[in-house]
């Protein structure tokens, strides 16, 4: 057993790690929230040209062939940084869906250009009805002589309006919460009959209503997917609740080290906060509560690493402990602050919100503790 | 004990349910006519404009179960927006503290709702450990005015209040509860300067108030020079009490049934989502009891006695279960409660979830702090010393 980050892990934390600390001030962060787009395109670029986009792309298609363990090393030290550009969507989701589903050709024509940061895809999975289940699909995929009209609406759909393109799971076949006849198609965000109704999330970042009126895609828009669409749909979310996690752990990290040197600083009653009993003990508590996250983040992906889609169930676990211990630290950070807490002048307020994201994304903590539970 | 209303008491009921429905807003009428209007219906009742006044300045002396009924009624119903800073926390005082004349110059306008009062308390300095505040009064020369200077912090609603209640020092040389002094200041002058605070639901309803050389002639000042702790302190009891906000809980509760059962789940609602289920009945539980603790609480007040450290229990509880209400609101939402901005997306009720939780991060924190209130409990009630 080995839990140390490979010499090349190390490398790559400490230059996202480097990254974050001069590029990421609060304030400058704060002003591109405000932009159109929502993200800096400089960044962006940058995070292509230091090969991140492609950390987890196979090299064949230029990237560097890396697994869920060095995106988990990225993703904790994005984290700490409350990164706004479109990584996860498109370097983490749509790089999954066609490593998974895509066919020789698709992964040709994709991969590369999600590595080079030339093309920028998200994952379109989401439906008012499903709440959290991957398999509950309305969205109907229907085939005809020249290819597939898509009709339906997908919700929550990361960075759609920035995207180029999206990847679309619909039902070709079967009754709406079944998991077969699910299959995920490629579609352009220009296409014909396809509606971006965009805004802002609460943590700062896009996400998109998007409607499919007959949108005409061609038969080579559907991913292969040999072992079946909704198997790959359900790698992908593992894959997403793994990145996901990771960020989480790297927030968790920021909010509960900040809440201790804010409480050295601050004097009432004649003495720093820090020295009241019952505020360390909460302190303590909250950085128990990293530190198990931090542990159950290794083991799900050292276990997905290894073992594959076995560890589901590890997965659901982590999902869970993620989103109620993001929520205990967050909540709790903001308390020990006091009325600052509740200001957006401090970061901790910014990342108390990722948490409540994070929590809400691919399943929150009760939805996973029931698939736990089983 | 009888947990039945009495006869008098179920007349009473059915007298104010027939005055909230009889003078409910209708839509598309002068909301400020409506509400302006509604408070003089409410005083021809006999005082139900200022229910908590006592009978001496025109309130309606209500018996405890009354005051019960009538906050549950009135959380039920549509009533006008009220502020509680003139009304329930600066009269108090002037009618415990206050001169005569203080009484009649202040106490009309404020039951009027013609005057907007904030509370300028908190300082960057003195948060949880009030005492510690350093907003300086010099008494002039000449006896006749107060020179004041300092920061006020948290202030709600600061940037449309006609006027400011301050604690201030005017002696720092013995303990820190000694040499505070209640001042009451004209907030549209030279001197006084009010910056946003904006929190973290994305709302503009707290300032910082900077003060500096504001003169205050002395007829504003409430009781002695000096003494303002020992009023300050019952005011805070007086607060926390209106903070627990049970009945708006109860309210908010059925609200938050009403929105679970329109998510569906499979084949039917989040009501059946058997996690869901166990939070919204841990919930109530909670609700039922600390109804009763407030209950129990009046019925002493009924005796005489002030708020004390049940007030404290009430703040707690109340301002958890306040929480607790928002966080399952978000919850119900799923993913669209993260959703931000202008636009409703997904559930209607998820729009406003998450900014109505984040603000409701803010409960246990304002009015005395739940650790502080815990220490009051801790000191007060079990005796235990540090």
């Known amino acids: 057993m080995n839990f140390d980050l490979s010499e090349e892990q190390q490398l790559l934390s400490d230059s996202v790690a480097r990254f974050v600390s001069d590029q990421y001030p609060l304030d400058q962060r704060q002003l591109t929230v405000l932009s159109e787009q929502g993200f800096s395109s400089e960044h962006w670029q940058t995070m292509a040209e230091l090969g991140w986009l492609g950390a987890s792309i196979p090299e064949q298609y230029q990237g560097f062939g890396g697994n869920q363990a060095d995106t988990m090393v990225l993703m904790e030290q994005l984290g700490k940084g409350l990164v706004l550009e479109p990584f996860f969507a498109s370097a983490v989701l749509a790089a999954s869906a066609l490593k998974y589903g895509g066919s020789d050709t698709q992964q040709n024509e994709w991969l590369p250009q999600i590595a080079d940061g030339s093309k920028q895809l998200t994952l379109a999975y989401a439906e008012e009805q499903a709440r959290f289940d991957l398999h509950d699909v309305i969205t109907r995929a229907e085939q005809n002589p020249d290819g597939f009209t898509l009709n339906g609406h997908k919700s929550m759909v990361l960075h759609a309006a920035s995207a180029d393109a999206m990847i679309v799971s619909a039902r070709v076949t079967g009754a709406q919460t079944e998991k077969s006849g699910i299959e995920l198609f490629l579609v352009d965000t220009n296409a014909d009959g396809l509606t971006i109704n965009a805004f802002p999330t609460v943590d700062g970042l896009r996400a998109a209503e998007v409607k499919l009126n007959d949108v005409s895609i061609p038969a080579a828009a559907k991913l292969a997917c040999s072992e079946g669409g909704f198997n790959v749909l359900n790698r992908v979310a593992i894959d997403g609740i793994l990145a996901l996690a990771a960020e989480a752990v790297g927030a968790m990290e920021v909010l509960y080290k900040d809440t201790v040197a804010y409480t050295q600083e601050r004097e009432q009653f004649n003495h720093p906060l820090s020295n009241f009993q019952v505020l360390q003990h909460r302190m303590v508590d909250m950085f128990m509560e990293y530190e198990q996250c931090k542990s159950l983040l290794y083991r799900a992906t050292l276990e997905v690493v290894q073992r594959g889609d076995e560890a589901q169930r590890t997965v659901h676990a982590l999902k869970y402990l993620i989103g109620k211990n993001g929520i205990f630290i967050g909540e709790n950070a903001v308390q020990l602050h006091g009325g600052m807490g509740m200001t957006e002048e401090l970061r901790i307020a910014h990342y108390f919100k990722r948490l409540l994201v994070i929590d809400a994304q691919f399943g929150n903590h009760d939805y996973h503790l029931a698939q736990f539970a089983g | ?386």
């Open chain 2, 1 to 386: 004990m009888d947990i039945d209303l009495s006869s008098d008491d179920q007349l009473f009921q059915s007298e104010v349910r027939q005055f909230l429905a009889d003078n409910a807003y209708v839509a598309g009428s002068d909301y400020n006519e409506w509400r302006m209007n509604w408070f003089r219906l409410a005083r021809e009742q006999g005082g139900w404009d200022v229910p908590k006044w006592p009978e001496k300045f025109g309130g309606p002396g209500w018996t405890p179960t009354q005051h019960y009924i009538w906050e549950q009624e009135t959380a039920q119903a549509q009533t006008p927006w009220d502020l509680p800073f003139g009304l329930s926390m600066l009269a108090p005082v002037l009618m415990n503290y206050g001169s005569e004349e203080q009484q009649q110059r202040f106490l009309p306008d404020i039951r009027d709702r013609k005057v907007n009062w904030c509370q300028g308390y908190s300082e960057p300095n003195a948060g949880s450990d009030l005492a510690n505040l350093k907003t300086t009064a010099e008494l002039s020369t000449d006896g006749s005015h107060y020179v004041v200077n300092g920061t006020k912090i948290w202030t709600t609603l600061a940037h449309i209040a006609d006027w400011i209640f301050c604690l201030t020092r005017t002696d720092d040389s013995g303990k820190k509860q000694e040499g505070v002094t209640f001042l009451l200041i004209p907030m549209k002058q030279e001197g006084i300067e009010v910056k946003p605070i904006i929190t973290l639901g994305g709302a503009h309803s707290v300032n910082m108030v900077h003060l500096t050389d504001v003169k205050v002639p002395v007829e504003n000042r409430v009781g002695e020079e000096g003494k303002a702790w020992t009023y300050a302190k019952g005011l805070l009891a007086h607060e926390r009490t209106g903070l627990a906000g049970i009945s708006r809980s109860l309210v908010a509760l059925e609200k938050l049934k009403r929105q679970a059962s329109s998510v569906n789940r499979g084949n039917g609602s989040l009501l059946d989502d058997p996690s869901y289920r166990m939070k919204l009945a841990q919930l109530e539980v909670d609700l039922m009891a600390t109804e009763f603790t407030e209950l129990r609480s009046l019925a002493s007040a009924a005796a005489g006695a002030e708020p004390g450290p049940e007030s404290s229990i009430l703040k707690l509880k109340g301002t958890e279960i306040q929480q607790r209400v928002q966080k399952l609101t978000v919850e119900a939402g799923g993913i669209y409660s993260a959703a931000w901005g202008a636009m409703p997306v997904g559930h209607k009720f998820a729009h406003g979830g998450m900014s109505g939780y984040l603000a409701s991060r803010a409960y246990t924190i304002y009015g005395g702090a739940s650790e502080v209130q815990r220490d009051v409990i801790a000191k007060n009630v079990l005796g235990l010393k540090k």
